[in-house]
């Protein structure tokens, strides 16, 4: 019996110490750079990135507490036996060398975007890498009889990204008319890092298309399905045009379609040069609006209603793609839409002979918050009353 | 006789075995609710005679919306002021609805990718009268209801770019006064688990809840003192369906 009841405790004791909770181990708070993704853009700006890291109080006592913190592509290394710094790896960029901290709390370290790009190759080679920013604090614990043991280190990681590489030209598949502006449809680059998109419409007349371009459109009313590559193309007032309604052409390597409805264009062609992943040079001139449009989804409306087209008139339309490290692409091939005058639903009612003058009027106004101030004071007398 | 003898023995057991709800003060109402309202915009008469004589094949609701009905959300408090047979109270209920439709090319009348938009807010201050007689005294879980009153209607007419529209110096946007007129029938949801309600009572002050269906006679363009002439028929008769819940 004796036995079975000392039994019985040390296996309620083993039990209790298998579901105790272990004493949670410390943690670091990683290192913060915001943003963390940087392009070649800030490359030649030669942008700082602010690196924030926070030390923690150790759970031991401790005379001595370092910090260090640097960055690099290989894996964050950890803690050799009893070491008092860590190796930085032979790719490492030091933010902060093993230094004591006299206090608890967050600092801020400083890199350069240039300082990530490969040397020698400055801003300009294409390059895509994930940096780990590497954080450690050191601490010698004072044992329990006054002395020092080993140093522990604690270590927390976060990322930082330097991608130089542009995303590739979109295409545009179709272009619809609105009133006033077109509607776009564009197949996407296939960078899986895109966050948006700029717009560049021209006047057609306005633009000077290179020799090798081609058009294709149709001869229907109004809606030009025309496409054309452009080499290098400039907005010029005056200067030569293309996409005429009904022309139609071609050239090696156009793989321009016409469309046939007066309200769809699907129509591309190959670029001529001047440019990079299938894309062209992008239009320029006092003619070009340009829009941003900050999402990545393919399907745009633009220029939007502060900048509106005229309706009737053929517009030359190419879209570029940005990506999250703030690098834009090479504008897609230039396309040919043509605004159209659309009735809305308003529209189709003062057509169709409705007769409301619209607008609110004052006295509608006045009389609502006449009628709502006359049921809020009934209310009021109301709760008055019963109280 | 024996089926008629079986039904009335099958009401006398659903009225007289309901259990007894909890009877706190109640000081008022508030419905959640939702219906598909159809305006009438192409009832108006000038549209009407332009469909007549042939100048226009369909309703401008028609070709912009396809006849869509607009989902409208409707929030009502009801200020119970007097509660001897049945309540009355006065209410105040702001609502929202939407439908989207595509423009149509003034050339041939095709539809294009413009996106134009009716949005509808409208705002009510309304008399309500429920007949709880039947739920208080006699258990029966239902509550009939009648509601009338004054109704200004907010709209919107949004052109393909977002904004709103506007022809020929007139802008799409505006506000309709009119009258308004629901009758309706509402479930105590009390009924199906009286404990529940109770400590809905107690903990929520909720003193009972309902399901309830109604019938709206939304009439903005109506006759009335503030009716103002050649203004955009959004009046529908419709159903709506909602929860209430009385505290």
């Known amino acids: 019996m004796f036995w079975t009841r000392s039994k019985a405790s040390a296996f309620a004791a083993l039990a209790m110490l298998a579901v105790a909770p272990a004493a949670a181990a410390q943690t670091l708070t990683p290192p913060v750079a915001t943003p963390s993704a940087f392009g070649a853009g800030d490359c030649r700006a030669d942008t700082p990135i602010n690196v924030s890291y ?130 776009i449809d564009i197949d996407a680059p296939s960078d899986t890092d895109i966050t948006g998109y700029t717009v560049l419409i021209a006047p057609a007349a306005t633009v000077q298309f290179g020799t090798a371009a081609s ?152 009389t609502l918050l006449a009628l709502l101030g006359a049921g809020l004071l009934v209310l009021r007398g109301r709760k008055k009353g019963s109280a | 006789m024996s089926r008629a003898l079986a039904a009335v023995f099958a009401a006398s057991v659903f009225v007289f075995s309901a259990p007894a ?7 008022g109402v508030i419905e959640l609710k939702l219906g598909g309202y159809f305006p009438q915009v192409d009832a108006e008469t000038g549209i009407r005679n332009a469909i007549a004589s042939g100048s226009a094949s369909k309703g401008p609701y028609a070709s912009a919306f396809a006849d869509k009905h607009i989902l409208l959300f409707q929030l009502e408090y009801d200020h119970e002021f007097f509660q001897a047979f049945g309540s009355l109270s006065a209410a105040l209920s702001v609502g929202y609805g939407e439908v989207y439709g595509k423009g149509l090319f003034d050339s041939d009348s095709t539809s294009s990718s413009d996106t134009t938009s009716l949005k509808v807010w409208p705002l009510k201050l309304l008399a309500v009268y429920r007949f709880d007689v039947l739920s208080r005294r006699w258990h029966v879980p239902l509550v009939p209801f009648i509601k009338g009153g004054l109704v200004y209607e907010l709209w919107r007419i949004s052109n393909g770019a977002g904004e709103t529209a506007s022809s020929n110096g007139r802008t799409g946007e505006g506000g309709n006064w009119g009258w308004e007129g629901d009758v309706g029938l509402a479930f105590v949801l009390d009924w199906l688990d009286a404990d529940l309600a109770n400590d809905m009572d107690m903990d929520l002050g909720i003193n009972h809840s309902y399901f309830f269906a109604e019938w709206s006679d939304m009439s903005p363009i109506r006759s009335n003192p503030f009716s103002q002439p050649n203004r955009i028929r959004l009046n529908d008769k419709f159903f709506d369906f909602g929860l209430a819940f009385e505290f």
């Open chain 1, 54 to 183: 926070t030390s923690a109080a150790p759970t031991q006592s401790a005379n001595t507490i370092k910090v260090q913190l640097f960055a690099t592509k290989e894996s964050c290394p950890g803690q050799e036996s009893n070491a008092s710094s860590i190796a930085v790896p032979s790719d490492g960029i030091v933010l902060v060398s093993p230094q004591v901290q006299n206090s608890i709390g967050t600092q801020t370290a400083t890199l350069h975007v240039t300082d990530l790009a490969d040397p020698g190759g400055g801003c300009d080679v294409a390059q895509s890498a994930t940096w780990n920013l590497c954080f450690y604090e050191l601490y010698q614990p004072i044992s329990t009889f006054g002395g020092t043991t080993d140093w522990v280190a604690l270590q927390s990681t976060s990322t930082l990204t330097y991608d130089s590489l542009p995303p590739n030209a979109p295409q545009i598949a179709s272009i619809q008319p609105g009133d006033q502006q077109l509607h």
């Open chain 1, 215 to 366: 058009s294709a459109s149709t001869g229907s009313s109004g809606a030009s399905t025309a496409a054309s590559s452009a080499s290098g193309s400039t907005a010029s007032s005056g200067s030569g045009s293309s996409g005429s309604s009904g022309s139609a052409g071609s050239d090696s390597g156009s793989t321009g379609a016409s469309g046939s409805s007066s309200s769809s264009s699907t129509a591309a062609s190959s670029s001529s040069g001047g440019s990079t992943g299938g894309g062209s040079a992008c239009m320029s001139g006092p003619d070009v609006i340009s829009v941003q449009v900050s999402s990545a989804a393919t399907s745009l409306t633009a220029p939007g209603a502060d900048q509106p087209l005229q309706n009737g008139v053929q517009y030359a339309v190419q879209v570029q793609a940005s990506d999250s490290a703030g690098n834009t692409g090479p504008c897609s091939v230039v396309a040919l839409g043509t605004p159209q005058r659309i009735d809305d639903f308003w529209r189709l009612y003062t057509g169709a002979g409705g007769g409301d003058p619209g607008g609110c009027s004052q006295t509608d106004g006045i």
């Open chain 2, 21 to 27: 709800w909890a009877d706190t003060p109640i000081s």
